[in-house]
Each structure stands twice: as C-alpha cells, then as structure tokens.
C-alpha cells in the first residue's frame, strides 16, 4: 500500500495556505508556475527567459496578451516568503549576454522570484476598473532533488528493493561493483552502528556520483540530496543505504532498523517539506524534457528518463479546478510537456522530437488527463543558440544548423574548442519513436539511428530592441508561455 | 495441388530510405536558405458547406449562350460599321469623328473588362486565402502558414493605412515556426484594426438605416433605403479587406452576402430572438416605427457581418467574431436621440 506523500498537519497547511490566497485572490491573484525537469532539462534557462521576455516585452508573436497591445508591464516583486534566496535573474541574464556569453552553472540551491504582470482584461468586469495585476511565482531548484519526490510514497523496503534491482542491472555493474560488494558483506540484521552506516552511504554516494558522471542512468536515482547536499551534509539524515531485509524480524537496534529510521528522518526533513512549500500548491506546470540528450545516451538512458519523469508526474496534484473547491485544494490543470533544446535540430524535425517526446510522457500524460488536467506537447528553445541552413552535398540536401559546439564536445573522433562555428547535420530522428525505446541498440526498420546532437554556446551576437534591451531568440517559447499563463491574462 | 511458398514482400517505402548519420559541415558551405514558400494559389478550393445546385441547362444551354452570344456580337459590329460607313458617306470628317470615338468606346470598354477580371481574381483570391487559412490552422505546417503570411503581405502591400501592422508581421514572422501561429499572428496583427474598422462602418450604416425608417413616410422609401445601403456596405467593407469589386464584382459579393445569409439566417438563433425582443418588445412600446428602424438597422448590422465573413481574407480563430447583440448599443444610442 502506497503512503500518501504527506501528513494530516501539512493538509491543514495547504488549506490554509490556499484559502489565505482566495481571499486576496480578487484584488492580485497569484499564479504559481512549476517549472519542473531533471538536471540540465533547462529549467533555468526557461526561467530566466520568462522573466526577461516579460520582463521587457520581446519578441513574442505568439503570446496574445502582448500581440493584441494589452499587455502593460511586469516588474520583479518581492516573494511574501524571505526565507528563500531570490532567483539570479541578473547573474543568468549577464552570463547570457555579456562579453562572453555562456550558459549559467547548473542549479545548486533552491530559489525563487515572483514577477508582477500589469495587463489589461478583455472581460468587462475587470476589464472596468482599469489595468488587472497578476502575481507568477516561480520556483528554480536542482533538478536532482525532484528525484526524491517518489520517495515518498514508498517505504524503506520498497525503496531498496528498487535501488539494489537497479544496482544490480547490467549496465550500471561497472559503477556499481564497489557499493554491491559493501552490501554483500554486511548483515542487515548485526548491532547498529555509526561506522557502518557511513561507510555503506558512503559507497552508496559514490555509486551514485560515478553513474551520473557517467551521464548514462542519470534519471533514476534518488535520493537526489546524496548528490548534491547542502547544508545537511553528513547529517544522519544523509547517511543511509538501501539494504536488503534481514531474515527473520526486525530487532529496532540492528543496522537495518537504523537506516530505516534515517530514511524516514530523510523524507520527513527533506523531503515533504520541499513538496509542501513547493510543489503542492501549484497551478501551471511546465515538464522540460531534454530529450535529445536521452537519445545521444541510448536506449536504456531513455527508457530511464520515461520512468523518472512517470514517477515524478504521479506525485504532483492534477485535475480540474472548479471555483469552489479551488478555494482550498488547488489543482494544475494545465501541462506543458515541453522538449527543451529544439535548436539543437532543424525545425523540419521538430515533429518527430515532439512524437519522441510525447511517447517519453505518455502515461503521465495519460493520467494527468484522466485526472481532469488538459496537456500539450512543443518542441520549444526558451533561447536559440543556432540558425538554420541547408547544405547540399552530393546531390543530397541536408538541413543543417549552424552554431558553436561547446568545449570539449566530440562528433567523429574531433574534440572542439568552443570556438569554431560548424554547421552540423544531427542526423535523422526516427519517424516512429519506437524506434528509439527498443531494447539493445537504436533501430529503425532493422538498421541502426544515427544521431548525435551537440551542445551549443548560447549566442553570441544579441539584436537589442529599440529600449536597447536584449532581445533573446528563442523556438515556440512565446507559444508556450501563451499556453501557460495566457488564459490568466484576458 | 499447390505447394506452400514464402516470397519477401517487398518492404513498404518508408523503410527502403535509410536515416542519415550525422555530419559536420563548414559554416561557409552553408547556402542561404532558399525561398521555399510555395504560392497558394493553385490550392484547390475545399469542399462548399452547401450542396451545389444541380447545372440546370447543361451544355446544351452553355451552346446556346455562346451563339446568342456571337450573334448580338456580329450584329453590334455590323451595326457599329455600317455607322461608320454612313458617317464616311456623309462627311469624310464626320466619319474619322465617329471612328475615334468608336475606338474610345473599344479601349474604354476594354479597361472595365479587364478591372472588372482584375476584381473577380481579387475576390477568389481573397476567398482562396481563407481556405488556405483555414487548412493551414489545421495542419499547422510551417510551409503552409508562411505562405499565407506572404500573400497577406501583398494584398495590403500598398495600403498606407496598415503600413505599421504589415512591417511588425513581416518582422515577426521569421521567428514564427508553426503554420497555425502563422495565421493566428496575421489575424491579431492586420486583421484586428481592420475589423475595428469594420465594425465601426457597420455600425453607422446601421444608425443610417434605423433613422430613415423610422422617420421615412413610406415603406417603400425604407425598403429602398435598406437595399442602397445594404449594397454600399458590402462594397465598403470589401474594399476594406481589400478586394476592389466592380460591377460584377459588387453582384457577386451581393450574392455570397445573400448566400451566406441564408445559410447563418437559421443558425443564429439566439441573436434572431434579441432581435425580435428588441424590435417587438421595448422598441415597439415606444413607437411602432422605431421598433420597425431598430429591427431593419440589425438587418443591416448583419448584411455587414456577412460582408465581413465573405471577403476577410482570413477566418475568425482569434478575434471574436462581432455578433448582432454587439450593435444593440449603438442602436439604442439612435432611439435615445429620437427620444429627445
């Protein structure tokens, strides 16, 4: 039997926290978008992007409220809760754009920003009293602690049950050997003691670290706080394993009752608290998947991205929203899955990314419809990093863009400098996703896919509008960002 | 008796291309993108809503046509020569007189035809548009939708009036990856004001038509009225959109008006019975002639929507098709002034 993710307290809290915000609702509703993806999906670049195209009204066909001229304004607005570090617009949007543009360090550390839009309503009773002001809230966070929100619904049996299963598949024995061994020397069932626990978390973190590195089975691995810690490092909170359960009952002083313990410590300090103040109370939710890079990983790279980002959807609250309901449990009913990086392909691709991806989220689509929440898919770049071309080779055309690979990445045995422009034929995605979720190797109709998708340098020359503000180029990112809050802003 | 076999099959054609590898080209290699928008006009027109009417004559009556046709021809240019020979046989002078001014007639004549062709292209054109629209927003191809921009960026192309909206949609297209978004940004962008104007065109006719009726002597005069301001509204509002239309032109605009109103007459209920509120009930209270002008001004609101969904080059997706009820207010603002 699964546990509810949360307790009877944090309900109340939740109620509390939605009705507190219905009834302030009338003047400034708030809107909270949950920017949700794995580590290196793109979530802060999908934020920083919001904020700056909303921020200085670019370029955003797409977008209705702006096309049609109602759209006044937004200003970055003090978040109620100072608790938590303000999303670094201005860091991310200067390493974007300044003399050498790169993309910002990965996320290490939770932080937040709320944005205040100014529009006018199209309805007449807003639409009477002058200008309408919207709330977003926005929450920014490393993607690996999303891996943890599986947890919990599941006990510690169940959960090391999963983490051996997947220690022991076969392509995660290289990195595993070392942590596998530990297990099989210790008995779950010996006198607890520090000593072991560490040397067991410590074996297990280092699994852990060496298959992301690895960057094969990157999705699948909680608990995503072993990865990147924080201030609890070498709490007893962090220092646990899965282990296998003793024969016989389970005495409260053995070694296996004490990792229990830690772990339930861990869900209930680390974990439910993350969910409640974050990831509860949502009502727009955006899925960025990095599909391509699963798909230069390899089948089982994909394959563990679907059940990830299965197992992550399930704890979120979907469903329809009605008014009265509303006032106390707040639902997402709308989702964007979206495919992050679809400048790193031609846009005569961008179906088939969207027909990979879409085969990536089905069962989580499919439950999120069912809950009553509604759910569309886009091939999108929230800031494009190349342009398009066509080459024609031997008679052959290829489509092709044209960017700056990164340092260090390698296509047909040459390394590059992060320097030189290349333009670069990816390869063609399968025309069925299939294809690319069989067993052993990629295949489509018996023969091998080909496909190598590098990472590009953000760009390097930025057209700036007539404020002298940077306009940032992007792929149905106005599209998307019309889908999520567009309906909040007629 | 046979014996059992197996033969390959041979595969289906999507098999037989193999998926490219990647590769790595030199930026210079890279030739400018070509133009690949495809024009839309050789688009074959969608199905009608409606049934076609039967072809009641049939080739039979298209040879007759085509003869009468050759025989009023013959006998206008026999008659246009014998003038002319007469002419000369009077006057020398009178005759060169007479073949100028025959030959004006010709060249003249000539002109109106070729407007009058000019228009009619324009009107298919403008009606091939929205069905082009209307494919596009469902397949939402990019080819599809940047075609449809190009061409709306030539029929407005020497309008002054909408100079603003077609450079912003020239310039934002480029960035636009989807075909239905192609179609959605041209109708915010040089749809919206002209449907403003539209609108407002619609309004003041109705206005017109409500304030004749009501003070006009004679229902004739009234039905006259109706009908002149009717047919100066659909050419109003097509030339707003763009279309030119000519004397034929203008008939068959009349006609897609009427058409259309026939098809929607029975579909707009809901807005049939404000009419019939707002004409029978509170208006006919007050004057058995106002309620006459409010419901004959709400015919004409409608004559103006219909013009509107016949010659707007694109079908209303994001813009809020204006309704008769929208007008009431307008209407009202005339009753008021009478009042007084």
């Given at each position: 039997?699964?546990?509810?993710?949360?307790?009877?307290?944090?309900?109340?809290?939740?109620?509390?926290?939605?009705?507190?915000?219905?009834?302030?609702?009338?003047?400034?509703?708030?809107?909270?978008?949950?920017?949700?993806?794995?580590?290196?999906?793109?979530?802060?670049?999908?934020?920083?992007?919001?904020?700056?195209?909303?921020?200085?009204?670019?370029?955003?066909?797409?977008?209705?409220?702006?096309?049609?001229?109602?759209?006044?304004?937004?200003?970055?607005?003090?978040?109620?809760?100072?608790?938590?570090?303000?999303?670094?617009?201005?860091?991310?949007?200067?390493?974007?754009?300044?003399?050498?543009?790169?993309?910002?360090?990965?996320?290490?550390?939770?932080?937040?920003l709320r944005l205040t839009l100014k529009f006018q309503s199209k309805r007449w009773v807003s639409g009477m009293f002058g200008p309408t002001?919207?709330?977003?809230?926005?929450?920014?966070?490393?993607?690996?602690?999303?891996?943890?929100?599986?947890?919990?619904?599941?006990?510690?049996?169940?959960?090391?049950?999963?983490?051996?299963?997947?220690?022991?598949?076969?392509?995660?024995?290289?990195?595993?050997?070392?942590?596998?061994?530990?297990?099989?020397?210790?008995?779950?069932?010996?006198?607890?003691?520090?000593?072991?626990?560490?040397?067991?978390?410590?074996?297990?973190?280092?699994?852990?670290?060496?298959?992301?590195?690895?960057?094969?089975?990157?999705?699948?691995?909680?608990?995503?706080?072993?990865?990147?810690?924080?201030?609890?490092?070498?709490?007893?909170?962090?220092?646990?394993?899965?282990?296998?359960?003793?024969?016989?009952?389970?005495?409260?002083?053995?070694?296996?009752?004490?990792?229990?313990?830690?772990?339930?410590?861990?869900?209930?300090?680390?974990?439910?608290?993350?969910?409640?103040?974050?990831?509860?109370?949502?009502?727009?939710?955006?899925?960025?998947?990095?599909?391509?890079?699963?798909?230069?990983?390899?089948?089982?790279?994909?394959?563990?991205?679907?059940?990830?980002?299965?197992?992550?959807?399930?704890?979120?609250?979907?469903?329809?929203?009605?008014?009265?309901?509303?006032?106390?449990?707040?639902?997402?009913?709308?989702?964007?899955?979206?495919?992050?990086?679809?400048?790193?392909?031609?846009?005569?691709?961008?179906?088939?990314?969207?027909?990979?991806?879409?085969?990536?989220?089905?069962?989580?689509?499919?439950?999120?419809?069912?809950?009553?929440?509604?759910?569309?898919?886009?091939?999108?770049?929230?800031?494009?990093?190349?342009?398009?071309?066509?080459?024609?080779?031997?008679?052959?055309?290829?489509?092709?863009?044209?960017g700056t690979p990164q340092a260090g990445e390698v296509l047909d045995g040459k390394t590059y400098d992060g320097k030189t422009e290349i333009?670069?034929?990816?390869?063609?995605?399968?025309?069925?996703?299939?294809?690319?979720?069989?067993?052993?190797?990629?295949?489509?109709?018996?023969?091998?896919?080909?496909?190598?998708?590098?990472?590009?340098?953000?760009?390097?020359?930025?057209?700036?509008?007539?404020?002298?503000?940077?306009?940032?180029?992007?792929?149905?990112?106005?599209?998307?960002?019309?889908?999520?809050?567009?309906?909040?802003?007629? | 008796?046979?014996?059992?076999?197996?033969?390959?099959?041979?595969?289906?054609?999507?098999?037989?291309?193999?998926?490219?590898?990647?590769?790595?080209?030199?930026?210079?290699?890279?030739?400018?993108?070509?133009?690949?928008?495809?024009?839309?006009?050789?688009?074959?027109?969608?199905?009608?809503?409606?049934?076609?009417?039967?072809?009641?004559?049939?080739?039979?009556?298209?040879?007759?046509?085509?003869?009468?046709?050759?025989?009023?021809?013959?006998?206008?240019?026999?008659?246009?020569?014998?003038?002319?020979?007469?002419?000369?046989?009077?006057?020398?002078?009178?005759?060169?007189?007479?073949?100028?001014?025959?030959?004006?007639?010709?060249?003249?004549?000539?002109?109106?035809?070729?407007?009058?062709?000019?228009?009619?292209?324009?009107?298919?054109?403008?009606?091939?548009?929205?069905?082009?629209?209307?494919?596009?927003?469902?397949?939402?191809?990019?080819?599809?939708?940047?075609?449809?921009?190009?061409?709306?960026?030539?029929?407005?192309?020497?309008?002054?009036?909408?100079?603003?909206?077609?450079?912003?949609?020239?310039?934002?297209?480029?960035?636009?990856?989807?075909?239905?978004?192609?179609?959605?940004?041209?109708e915010r962008l040089l749809m919206a004001p002209l449907d403003t104007r539209a609108r407002a065109l619609t309004a003041a006719s109705a206005?017109?038509?409500?304030?004749?009726?009501?003070?006009?002597?004679?229902?004739?005069?009234?039905?006259?009225?109706?009908?002149?301001?009717?047919?100066?509204?659909?050419?109003?509002?097509?030339?707003?959109?763009?279309?030119?239309?000519?004397?034929?032109?203008?008939?068959?605009?009349?006609?897609?008006?009427?058409?259309?109103?026939?098809?929607?007459?029975?579909?707009?209920?809901?807005?049939?019975?404000?009419?019939?509120?707002?004409?029978?009930?509170?208006?006919?209270?007050?004057?058995?002639?106002?309620?006459?002008?409010?419901?004959?001004?709400?015919?004409?609101?409608?004559?103006?929507?219909?013009?509107?969904?016949?010659?707007?080059?694109?079908?209303?997706?994001?813009?809020?098709?204006?309704?008769?009820?929208?007008?009431?207010?307008?209407?009202?603002?005339?009753?008021?002034?009478?009042?007084?």
């Amino acid at each position: 039997m699964p546990q509810a993710p949360t307790t009877i307290t944090d309900e109340i809290g939740i109620a509390l926290g939605n009705l507190a915000d219905a009834a302030v609702a009338p003047f400034t509703p708030t809107l909270r978008l949950g920017v949700t993806g794995l580590s290196r999906a793109g979530k802060t670049i999908f934020i920083t992007a919001l904020i700056h195209n909303l921020l200085t009204g670019g370029r955003l066909p797409g977008f209705a409220a702006l096309t049609e001229g109602r759209f006044i304004g937004a200003r970055l607005a003090e978040h109620p809760d100072a608790g938590i570090p303000r999303f670094a617009y201005e860091q991310h949007l200067a390493a974007l754009t300044g003399k050498e543009p790169h993309w910002p360090e990965s996320t290490r550390k939770i932080s937040q920003l709320r944005l205040t839009l100014k529009f006018q309503s199209k309805r007449w009773v807003s639409g009477m009293f002058g200008p309408t002001v919207l709330n977003l809230d926005i929450v920014d966070y490393p993607g690996e602690w999303l891996l943890d929100l599986p947890l919990l619904s599941l006990s510690f049996a169940e959960w090391s049950a999963q983490a051996l299963k997947r220690a022991a598949l076969p392509h995660s024995k290289t990195e595993a050997a070392a942590f596998m061994s530990e297990i099989q020397q210790t008995d779950s069932s010996k006198e607890a003691t520090d000593v072991d626990a560490e040397r067991l978390a410590a074996a297990f973190t280092d699994y852990l670290r060496r298959s992301r590195e690895d960057g094969r089975a990157l999705s699948t691995l909680p608990p995503g706080r072993f990865l990147l810690p924080g201030d609890l490092d070498g709490s007893p909170a962090l220092t646990f394993a899965p282990l296998p359960p003793p024969v016989g009952p389970v005495r409260s002083s053995s070694l296996y009752a004490m990792l229990e313990r830690r772990y339930e410590a861990y869900k209930a300090i680390v974990v439910r608290p993350f969910f409640r103040d974050h990831f509860a109370r949502l009502d727009r939710q955006v899925v960025l998947v990095d599909t391509l890079r699963a798909l230069n990983a390899g089948p089982a790279a994909v394959a563990d991205l679907e059940t990830a980002l299965t197992d992550i959807l399930s704890c979120f609250r979907q469903g329809d929203n009605n008014p009265i309901t509303r006032l106390v449990a707040r639902r997402i009913d709308r989702i964007l899955f979206a495919a992050t990086k679809a400048d790193h392909i031609h846009s005569s691709s961008h179906d088939r990314l969207e027909a990979v991806m879409n085969r990536l989220v089905a069962d989580a689509a499919r439950k999120a419809r069912f809950a009553g929440a509604e759910t569309r898919s886009m091939a999108i770049a929230a800031i494009r990093a190349t342009r398009e071309s066509v080459i024609e080779d031997g008679g052959e055309k290829h489509e092709v863009i044209v960017g700056t690979p990164q340092a260090g990445e390698v296509l047909d045995g040459k390394t590059y400098d992060g320097k030189t422009e290349i333009a670069l034929f990816p390869g063609d995605l399968p025309e069925h996703p299939d294809a690319l979720f069989e067993a052993d190797s990629l295949r489509e109709g018996g023969r091998p896919v080909a496909l190598n998708f590098l990472r590009f340098q953000p760009p390097q020359r930025l057209e700036k509008n007539a404020e002298g503000n940077v306009v940032l180029p992007h792929i149905r990112f106005d599209r998307a960002l019309d889908y999520l809050i567009g309906d909040w802003l007629r | 008796m046979k014996p059992p076999f197996a033969r390959p099959v041979s595969s289906s054609g999507d098999a037989a291309e193999e998926p490219r590898r990647p590769r790595v080209f030199e930026p210079a290699q890279a030739v400018a993108l070509p133009e690949s928008i495809e024009p839309i006009t050789d688009i074959e027109a969608p199905l009608d809503d409606a049934a076609r009417p039967p072809r009641l004559l049939g080739w039979v009556g298209r040879v007759a046509w085509i003869a009468g046709g050759i025989l009023v021809s013959l006998a206008l240019g026999l008659a246009a020569e014998r003038l002319i020979a007469e002419l000369f046989a009077a006057q020398p002078w009178l005759g060169w007189v007479g073949l100028g001014v025959l030959a004006v007639l010709v060249i003249a004549l000539l002109v109106i035809i070729v407007r009058e062709v000019a228009s009619l292209l324009r009107l298919r054109a403008l009606d091939q548009l929205r069905h082009a629209a209307i494919a596009a927003l469902a397949s939402d191809r990019n080819k599809d939708g940047a075609a449809i921009t190009r061409e709306l960026l030539e029929i407005y192309a020497r309008r002054p009036d909408v100079a603003r909206p077609r450079d912003e949609l020239e310039s934002n297209a480029r960035h636009v990856f989807d075909g239905a978004e192609h179609v959605r940004l041209g109708e915010r962008l040089l749809m919206a004001p002209l449907d403003t104007r539209a609108r407002a065109l619609t309004a003041a006719s109705a206005r017109r038509v409500a304030l004749v009726t009501a003070v006009s002597p004679r229902a004739l005069i009234d039905i006259a009225f109706v009908i002149f301001e009717s047919v100066r509204l659909g050419g109003d509002i097509a030339r707003l959109y763009g279309a030119r239309p000519g004397f034929i032109g203008t008939w068959r605009l009349i006609g897609a008006i009427l058409a259309h109103l026939a098809v929607t007459g029975g579909l707009v209920l809901t807005d049939g019975v404000v009419e019939q509120l707002v004409g029978q009930g509170l208006a006919a209270k007050l004057s058995a002639r106002l309620g006459e002008g409010v419901v004959n001004g709400l015919m004409t609101v409608r004559v103006g929507i219909a013009a509107m969904r016949v010659v707007r080059p694109l079908p209303f997706e994001v813009v809020k098709q204006p309704m008769v009820k929208d007008f009431i207010p307008e209407l009202a603002n005339v009753l008021n002034a009478e009042k007084k």
